[in-house]
């Protein structure tokens, strides 16, 4: 038989942790919801003394945001799960960490691919590490120094998002090539790290390659277009986005 996941829930509108205490009471019969709390003062104490295992955790809450309930924890010794209404640059910082999330309102399938996915961790040492990098992220103005966390086989690998030359599809999965020769395979798809790395400057010159702007080292308009990156590697640009990357670069 299989123990109950004990959760916490921290939310600053009690209509959403009751809405979210229901949902989980209703459909998940191995879970035990320890407590929950609407400021992060309160959760941080009940946290202490309840240990639970999973904390969902709204990211805005009030003039406080669910960030600052975890700064104050010298260690986290319990899964993370943000809770937000909204696409917002916050939830972006989330999906850079590679840290687990659900959109309000939460939906039971939503629900179940999280409980389960948490249940198969051992240990949540994994979040710290990802929590950390987070954190040092927004603490580092100089974007090139800010570490993307990529999903691997075996875990997590952390890596400086200036050491990206590109990004290839790989199916399902994505390849990643760095500075260095490195090739490192994400179970994350390539839509995926599109929507977080645009901002960085990377553009998807085709529906298998990401690059990254800074490390293309030639652009050709021969044979329809291609790019020849640092590592003299070449990848085609697709005829649908030939115009917008030549006028992203100034060179059309």
Do not use: C
Not at 38 to 50: F, G, L, R
Not at 90 to 97: T, V
Not at 138 to 155: A, M, N, Q, W, Y
Request: no cysteine.
């Amino acid at each position: 038989m299989q123990n109950d996941l004990e959760v916490f829930l921290v939310d600053d509108e009690p209509r959403a942790l009751e809405s979210l205490s229901q949902v989980l009471s209703t459909f998940f019969n191995n879970v035990k919801i320890l407590g929950t709390a609407t400021d992060v003062d309160d959760a941080y104490s009940q946290i202490i003394e309840k240990k639970p295992q999973l904390i969902f955790l709204d990211i805005e809450m009030g003039s406080k945001s669910g960030f600052q309930l975890l700064e104050k924890f010298d260690e986290i010794d319990f899964h993370v799960a943000f809770v937000t209404a909204h696409e917002e640059f916050a939830l972006q910082a989330i999906k850079f960490s590679a840290l687990d999330y659900i959109i309000k309102p939460a939906g039971i399938s939503d629900l179940k691919m999280l409980l389960d996915k948490v249940r198969k961790k051992s240990l949540p040492i994994s979040d710290e590490m990802k929590v950390k990098h987070m954190f040092g992220n927004f603490l580092t103005e100089d974007k090139r120094e800010h570490k993307i966390t990529l999903p691997v086989s075996d875990g997590f690998e952390f890596v400086k998002v200036d050491d990206i030359l590109y990004l290839r599809a790989d199916g399902g999965y994505t390849q990643f090539q760095l500075k260095d020769g490195t090739k490192i395979t994400s179970s994350k798809n390539l839509k995926f790290f599109e929507g977080i790395l645009t901002t960085y400057g990377f553009y998807r010159i085709h529906n298998s390659t990401l690059v990254s702007l800074k490390h293309i080292k030639k652009v050709s308009k021969a044979l329809g277009g291609h790019v020849i990156m640092e590592d003299n590697s070449e990848w085609g640009i697709s005829r649908s986005r030939k115009e917008e990357f030549l006028k992203l670069i100034a060179i059309g």
